[in-house]
């Protein structure tokens, strides 16, 4: 069974950097798209970034040209560099991953325990 570990989180000022690292344990068949969500109180999750095996990404509008997602399928770890940070950003971020069991018979949505990030002076 494939478990997140997410870390990176903290206290940072607006303008400022934060860089978000999700380690996974476990045996897969494979892990495919791999990405960040985050939620900020009263809002619903949302994606922020996500990157497939291929390294194609996505980004939410709200943070490109900000954020930079990255991965290491050698590891099955993913990154998220936060440049240019704002109040908005203010979340708990969480790992997510979708994931192929050895019995290759389904798809299963992994998320790590989430992180929290806090924009404020």
């Known amino acids: 069974q494939v478990r997140l570990l997410d870390s990176g989180g903290g206290l940072v000022q607006p303008g400022g950097s934060l860089r978000l690292s999700c380690a996974s344990t476990?045996?897969?068949?494979?892990?495919?798209?791999m990405g960040w969500y985050r939620q900020a109180p009263g809002k619903e999750r949302e994606l922020v970034a996500s990157?497939?095996?291929?390294?194609?990404?996505n980004y939410a509008e709200f943070v490109t040209g900000r954020f930079t997602i990255s991965r290491n399928n050698f590891k099955n770890s993913v990154d998220l560099q936060m440049n240019n940070l704002k109040p908005d950003d203010t979340a708990v971020y969480y790992c997510?991953?979708?994931?192929?069991?050895?019995?290759?018979?389904?798809?299963?949505?992994?998320w790590g325990q989430g992180t929290l990030v806090t924009v404020s002076t």
């Open positions: 990157i497939t095996k291929g390294g194609t990404t």
């Open positions: 476990g045996v897969a068949f494979s892990i495919d798209a």
């Open positions: 997510h991953a979708e994931v192929v069991p050895i019995s290759r018979d389904r798809v299963v949505e992994v």
